[in-house]
């Protein structure tokens, strides 16, 4: 054998250290980065890394909190408020529709062509809301799509029912009032309900984007604040240490974070104050107004059909009654002297003429029903239906109209102070992220030359 193969027969095989040498070696390293930290150079280290690591989150935090509030906002003012406006419009101009084919039956015969053309604007305004709220409309919210093709779909029975109702009328066959009355039932119980159910749920978002949004970001200037006091006891120790008056990376990155601090409030202060505002006098009170309007086309709708019906004059009064000072109480909130009379819907008038025309039109019903009680019912039917001074159609389409100029001006309310805040808090995301990289690059600059003073 030679003696390269003793040599490789008695060669010993290198061995791995075993496990609890290894652990001594993490436990080494820990004790040597545990007297590090102990040491001047470590501490400066240690406590840049804190800064550096807490005005990041911070923001990162503030940014994104920022950016979501944006979003948010853009969503309300795009999509969720456009639907809560054509859903109010889809479910004033179906009763609209009803209210006229009602009047427009009672005249007996060929209907006048304003009854006619009130009657088709009424349906195609209905179409044109049904198609700009689905537009509108998230493609997730599967469960309001499949409401507004309902309604679409249910339109189009009603619109049948209405014309062979209206044919029956024109040749005096009785059978057109039953007719009418399957038509009016399909609206007011089923049509109108999915409308109201729409509306609701859209004006309920209305008002949660707007109040979820109604505080400032407190959680982010609560980071920005602690990152800009460790900043200054940072600088503050360092210069304890060192001697040193003033570390200029330390000093700029201190001034960005205050910058950053000052921006997210004011942004944030502006949104709150907007979407507050926004909530108080222009989504609540469009809501209120809206839900009114609607109760104004329910007790038109019911005013025409009860005399179509000949239904006992006492007992519709009576309901009339109740509904008509929920109306007036709901606006007398908004005049002068009211609970709201701060938002400033009454200041062109629109509440004001929306009361004087609803004392009009009731004047105009108890005339309707004293003249049907009394046997004449031409001329109940004329007080009811008719376009002219003191009676009911006139009154109501003059109420209509204040109320629609009343929740505009709500509306515009609405848009308006949301959009006043947008200047500021759009730019705040953008300049969070900027400001604070650039303070971690100026800190982590300001401390270098000192830790390699001690190397």
Do not use: C
Not at 78 to 88: D, F, G, K, Y
Not at 124 to 145: F, K, M, V, Y
Not at 361 to 385: E, I, N, P, V
């Amino acid at each position: 054998m030679s003696p390269v193969d003793l040599a490789d027969r008695f060669r010993v095989a290198p061995s791995l250290p075993d496990l609890p040498s290894r652990r001594r070696g993490l436990r080494a390293r820990s004790t040597s980065f545990v007297k590090n930290t102990n040491t001047t150079p470590g501490r400066l280290v240690l406590f840049t890394l804190v800064i550096v690591i807490l005005v990041l989150v911070a923001g990162l935090y503030t940014a994104a909190t920022a950016a979501d509030r944006k979003n948010q906002r853009d969503l309300l003012l795009a999509e969720i408020e456009p639907v809560a406006n054509a859903s109010q419009t889809l479910y004033s101009s179906l009763s609209i529709a009803d209210s006229a084919a009602n009047t427009a039956f009672l005249t007996g015969g060929v209907e006048s062509p304003e009854l006619r053309d009130r009657y088709n604007d009424a349906i195609g305004t209905s179409s044109a809301a049904i198609i700009a709220a689905t537009q509108s409309l998230e493609t997730s919210d599967g469960n309001h799509t499949q409401s507004l093709a309902e309604i679409n779909a249910d339109l189009a029975v009603y619109t049948g029912l209405v014309e062979t109702a209206r044919a029956n009328n024109r040749i005096g066959n009785p059978v057109g009032s039953a007719y009418l009355a399957s038509a009016s039932s399909l609206m007011q119980d089923q049509i109108l309900p999915e409308a109201a159910d729409l509306f609701d749920a859209q004006s309920s978002s209305v008002q949660e984007f707007s109040g979820e949004w109604s505080s400032p970001p407190w959680l982010s200037l609560i980071a920005l604040a602690l990152a800009t006091l460790l900043l200054v006891l940072l600088q503050l120790w360092l210069r304890r240490v060192t001697g040193r008056k003033f570390n200029l990376g330390l000093g700029i990155a201190t001034i960005l974070v205050i910058i950053a601090f000052v921006w997210t409030a004011l942004g944030g202060f502006l949104m709150a104050s907007g979407n507050s505002r926004g909530l108080s006098e222009g989504a609540a009170p469009m809501s209120e107004l809206t839900r009114t309007r609607i109760w104004v086309q329910q007790a038109r709708a019911q005013e025409t059909l009860d005399i179509v019906r000949r239904t006992d004059p006492v007992a519709a009064s009576d309901e009339r009654t109740r509904r008509m000072a929920e109306i007036r109480r709901t606006l007398s909130a908004y005049l002068d002297s009211g609970a709201n009379a701060d938002v400033g819907l009454d200041a062109d008038g629109a509440v004001t003429n929306a009361v004087n025309a609803l004392d009009a039109w009731q004047a105009a019903q108890r005339q309707a029903d004293s003249l049907y009680q009394q046997g004449d019912y031409k001329g109940a039917t004329a007080a009811s239906t008719g376009q002219g001074p003191g009676q009911s159609g006139a009154a109501f389409d003059q109420l209509d109209s204040a109320l629609v100029d009343a929740i505009e001006k709500a509306r515009d309310r609405l848009r308006t102070v949301i959009d006043e805040a947008r200047a500021t808090s759009d730019t705040t995301p953008d300049a969070v992220r900027t400001l604070t990289v650039v303070a971690i690059f100026l800190s982590i600059a300001g401390i270098a030359p000192r830790v390699r003073e001690y190397l």
